[in-house]
């Protein structure tokens, strides 16, 4: 199993103001997920971060409100930029292990006020 | 796009009671995974599906998935408090790496 560390666990945003969430693993990884949920709802994949290159966003989501970093192959970082209360959310970065299982961080909860 | 609904949205039960949820995909899916989230927690593996008509079980919890590889279920026998929270399948078409997330169902259990 992979073992994933996120930062910061909580936080309260002013609108207007960008935020970066970290996220650790304990192993080495090729691929790393930036999913979205928002409140009450299911989970939206928001990219898709390989180390090297560019990350891969799905429909509805732009580099420029949510830029990612991945310098090496067990961190990556994601930035929710310009923030406004509809970014109030959980931010999950995720892995997929053996077996295809994905692990999840313990979840980055958003609040804009 | 390819889609996951999930029903029901939200169920209650009294403790000791059946609870199934239901997936559906509108695409045909190489495997199906299901998880499960406890309140102010993330997202947490039960289990993986690949075969067609495979059935699964965890102890209380029986897993199965279609015969047309579309749709899947989740049956808990005599529910627990312990079972609380938010259940969710989540499905990936071959050549592809990423998981479309169906809509969840949110279990209630009343001791």
């Known amino acids: 199993s992979a073992v994933i560390s996120q930062k910061p666990s909580r936080d309260i945003c002013q609108r207007g103001t960008s935020l970066t969430i970290q996220c650790q693993v304990d192993?080495?990884?090729?691929?790393m997920f930036w999913y979205r949920q928002q409140p009450g709802q299911s989970l939206t994949l928001i990219a898709t971060a390989n180390q090297g290159s560019e990350a891969t966003y799905e429909s509805g989501f732009v580099i420029d409100k949510f830029p990612i970093s991945r310098p090496n192959l067990t961190f990556s970082t994601l930035t929710v930029s310009n923030m406004s209360p509809e970014d109030s959310s959980i931010y999950l970065c995720?892995?997929?292990?053996?077996?295809?299982?994905?692990?999840f961080g313990e979840g980055s909860w958003l609040t804009v006020v | 796009g390819q889609q996951v609904m999930q029903i029901p949205q939200y169920q209650h039960v009294q403790e000791g009671e059946d609870f199934t949820t239901y997936c559906n995909s509108s695409?045909?899916?190489?495997?199906i995974q299901w998880y499960k989230q406890r309140p102010g927690g993330h997202p947490v593996f039960l289990i993986q599906l690949v075969k067609s008509g495979e059935v699964k079980k965890q102890k209380r919890l029986t897993f199965q998935f279609g015969e047309a590889k579309k749709n899947s279920s989740l049956h808990i026998t005599a529910t627990q408090t312990t079972d609380v929270g938010t259940y969710f399948c989540?499905?990936?078409?071959?050549?592809?790496?990423?998981?479309?997330f169906g809509t969840g169902t949110r279990l209630k259990v009343l001791a």
């Open positions: 989540a499905g990936k078409n071959s050549g592809t790496y990423k998981y479309i």
């Open positions: 192993s080495q990884v090729t691929m």
């Open positions: 995720s892995v997929v292990g053996q077996g295809n299982t994905i692990y």
């Open positions: 695409t045909t899916l190489s495997n």
